[in-house]
């Protein structure tokens, strides 16, 4: 089972940028499709973006053009490049691991943005 740890998150204002990072430990990180989630106050958790085991993505189309996913395996890591950030982005953003039936979820990390 992989263990996933999020850090970058924070307070920037509208237009800023923020890189998330979530690093995975305990599995074979490489054969994982990773993803960010997040989830705003009284709303349901939704997807972000997600990256497969070949380097895939997918993007909600909110977010297209702005943020990037991208993995590095040599350091069991997923990262998040967000830019252009509005205050809609406001949430706690989650690091997910899935293959197959398969899943675990990072604690989340808080990303706020000012107007």
């Known amino acids: 089972q992989v263990q996933l740890v999020e850090s970058g998150g924070g307070l920037v204002q509208a237009g800023g940028s923020l890189r998330l990072s979530c690093a995975a430990s305990?599995?074979?990180?490489?054969?994982?499709?990773m993803g960010w989630y997040r989830q705003a106050p009284g709303k349901q958790r939704e997807l972000v973006a997600t990256?497969?085991?070949?380097?895939?993505?997918n993007y909600v189309d909110s977010v297209k053009g702005r943020f990037t996913i991208s993995r590095d395996n040599g350091k069991n890591t997923v990262y998040l490049q967000m830019n252009s950030l509005k205050p809609e982005d406001t949430a706690v953003y989650y690091c997910?691991?899935?293959?197959?039936?398969?899943?675990?979820w990072g604690q989340g990390t808080q990303v706020t943005v000012s107007s």
């Open positions: 990256i497969s085991s070949g380097s895939s993505t």
């Open positions: 305990g599995g074979i990180f490489s054969i994982y499709t």
């Open positions: 997910n691991a899935r293959l197959r039936s398969y899943e675990n």
